[in-house]
Nanobody
């Protein structure tokens, strides 16, 4: 059983930046991938970034087209923590952001991730 605890989020003006953190605890066997998803009411959860492992130092990173160049995912394997640095935020980035983990590698499909954090609200004001 893996627990994911998120921190960060909040209210920011358009053009500003925020950083989200997600720490994994419990039994993570081998490479443990962490991805960030976001959801707005009435829409499916959208995968935006993923790092292939937070349990080793050589994780590969992946981004959706909607955030590429503005969001950066990174990790500290000594803390089993993933970070999502978000810059140049837009109003359309407003959503609840969830981190999700899996031992099966990165995926932008919510159905492929086995563990979930509780979510952090990010609100970008105009």
């Amino acid at each position: 059983q893996v627990q994911l605890v998120e921190s960060g989020g909040g209210l920011v003006q358009a053009g500003g930046s925020l950083r989200l953190s997600c720490t994994a605890s419990g039994r993570t066997y081998g490479d443990y991938a962490i991805g960030w998803f976001r959801q707005v009411p009435g829409k499916e959860r959208e995968g935006v970034a993923c790092i292939s492992t937070v349990t080793d130092s050589d994780g590969q990173t992946y981004y959706s087209d909607s955030v590429k160049g503005r969001f950066t995912i990174s990790s500290d394997h000594t803390k089993k923590t993933a970070y999502l640095q978000m810059i140049s935020l837009k109003a359309e980035d407003t959503a609840v952001y969830y981190c999700a983990g899996s031992n099966l590698g990165c995926s932008f499909s919510q159905y492929s991730m086995s563990d979930w954090g509780k979510g952090s609200l990010v609100t970008v004001s105009l």
